[in-house]
Structures are given as C-alpha cells and as structure tokens.
Nanobody, 125 residues
C-alpha cells in the first residue's frame, strides 16, 4: 500500500518559484499514474498536473500551463512539481495522488486511489 508524502510547500512572493516533491514511505511509484491536485479555501479540489507511468504522457490545467512542470525521478522514486511565476491565485493546499496500475493520467480525482496529506503553498507579498 502506498503512503504518499508531499514536501516543498511554503510562502513565496508573486513571481517566485517552488518545487514540490511527492514521495512514498513504502512501495514504488513506478506502476502508478501520479497527479497533483490543489484545494483553495472554500473551493473544490482542482487537478493541476499529472504524469503517466512512463513519463511520456503529461497533462496540465489551463491555469498552470506553461508555468508548472511535472516530472518523475525514478532513482529517487519521486514525482516533482516545479511551480514558476506563481500568483496569489495559486495559493492552496497541494495534494499528491497515485493511481496504482493506471498507466495514463487524467486530472480527475476518481482515477487515484492513494492520496497524501497535502502541503501548503501561499503566494503573497
């Protein structure tokens, strides 16, 4: 059973960058499609980016396209999300999710059966 742990969140000024990391405390992410979702106060959970098991297929929400990049590090068994040119609208709790034995990815919550606890990203001057 996968246990996902997110790290890398924090407070950053508008225009700044962060790198979020999704790791497992047990098991491997190699056989899972992985996605990042976010939830801002008073809003629903929004799919941000996802990546297939091979890394050959990725998907991004329109709101982050060109600013965020998702990638896999097979040696470290992590899935990273690089956040660039952040705006206050990016403020949210960011969650990592894994869909075990799902090859392709999609930005819908029902595709993922393992979830982390989330890491807070706050963009403010």
């Amino acid at each position: 059973q996968l246990q996902l742990v997110e790290s890398g969140g924090g407070l950053v000024q508008p225009g700044g960058s962060l790198r979020l990391v999704c790791a497992t405390s047990g098991g491997t992410l190699d056989y899972s499609a992985v996605a990042w979702f976010r939830q801002a106060p008073g809003k629903g959970r929004e799919g941000v980016a996802c990546i297939s098991t091979t890394g050959g297929n990725t998907g991004y929400a329109d709101s982050v396209q060109g600013r965020f990049t998702i990638s896999r590090d097979y040696a470290k068994n992590t899935v990273d999300l690089q956040l660039n040119n952040l705006t206050p609208e990016d403020t949210a709790v960011y969650f990592c999710a894994a869909g075990e034995f799902q090859h392709l990815c999609a930005l819908v919550t029902y595709r993922y059966n393992y979830w982390g606890q989330g890491t807070q990203v706050t963009v403010s001057s």
